[in-house]
DNA sequence: GGAAGTTACATGCATGTGCATCAGATGTCC
DNA sequence: GGACATCTGATGCACATGCATGTAACTTCC
């Protein structure tokens, strides 16, 4: 699994570390500030959407949002209440399971993300395409 | 500046987000964890530490160090505080500019930060090569 | 020299996060 | 059926962060 590593090997590693550091730093923040100066909501909460939008039935039980997203559990009970304050999402009993509660994109909340999207994608062609491009 | 904008290339360019979004998310997880348990210092602290034992002369100005790293100005006032109070690091004043202060390593510090950076470099290696590698 | 503007750092405050824990629901084993 | 473990999601708490602001020191311009 890990190679042998020589000296040159570990620099290279702390570089691509500090490559990494810099492009998250850098492009996370540009994106934070444009989405919440122009739609009203951050990262996580566009992320939250986009995995919604992303999955085929528009509606995800937390469970199994969490494990899409880089984000504690209890982080993401928040963010999907600041989600439900704004009407973006609806949370619902699952009649099956009645622990498990499923998380629905309403309508407001299906536009918002769309026009969310055009605003990241440009943030990140303005600031990823910039990128040392290593690959 | 910014090159044409095909359809795949956003597509290929949110896949890119994603996986730095999914590498520094795994591996700042990872390192935060084993520095903080290991040696009782955060990233941030860390990362502190390390740009003071790059510089040659072993203490910056506030403001240098700020223009290094990727954290605001009052993050870095306070992570240097608790630098500070573990005596990691003294806050010296400087006599040509009474405003600025000099960060400077400690005995402790230096010795810290070399036993840190080998938790950092194990950490990094077991994370960090695992990676899509799509160098 | 003195007023106005700028710079360097610290700090009050609001917010987002993770950890530990709680409450309720489900599953398991006897 | 009932006790115990497990699972799901919410919440109290501590803490790190960014923004706005405060304080002190330097600079500029008159």
Redesign the interface.
Known sequence: ???A?TETG?TE??R??RD?????????CALDRALQETHGIGMSEFEVLDRLVDASCDDLRMHDLAGAM?LSQSALSRTVARLERDGLVERCLCAEDRRAIFVKLTAAGRERHTRARST??AV???H???EPA??
């Open positions: 699994m890990v190679r590593m570990e590693l702390v691509r570390w990494v550091l810099a492009c998250y730093s850098t492009v996370s880089y990241q994608r990140l062609a303005e990823l395409m910039a290593r690959a």
